[in-house]
């Protein structure tokens, strides 16, 4: 099952999702942004970690416009 982390960017403060998979231990991510504009050692934290598909839809769209377009346009389809 995938899951997906939402990440706060140090520098600009902008927030980027990292998809990677359910594990036994919690959960995993890739090490660059869906949009590839991040990598994981720009983070200054995390906004949430280990959310489904569902879960990251809803709490993105809570958020907003902070949120970046192309990591968010993932989670839905074409």
């Known amino acids: 099952m995938k899951a997906y982390t ?15 998979e359910m594990t036994p231990a919690g959960c995993n991510s890739t090490s660059t ?7 994981k050692s720009e983070s200054e934290k995390n ?3 280990c959310y489904n ?3 990251a839809r809803k709490k993105c769209a ?13 989670l839905y389809s074409t």
């Open 6 to 20: 939402l990440k706060k960017k140090k520098e600009t403060k902008e927030l980027h999702m990292f998809e990677g």
């Open 33 to 39: 942004s869906i949009c590839e504009k991040m990598k």
């Open 47 to 49: 906004v949430f970690t």
């Open 53 to 55: 598909e569902d879960e």
């Open 62 to 74: 809570e958020i907003g416009r902070n949120v970046c377009g192309v990591c968010v346009s993932h």
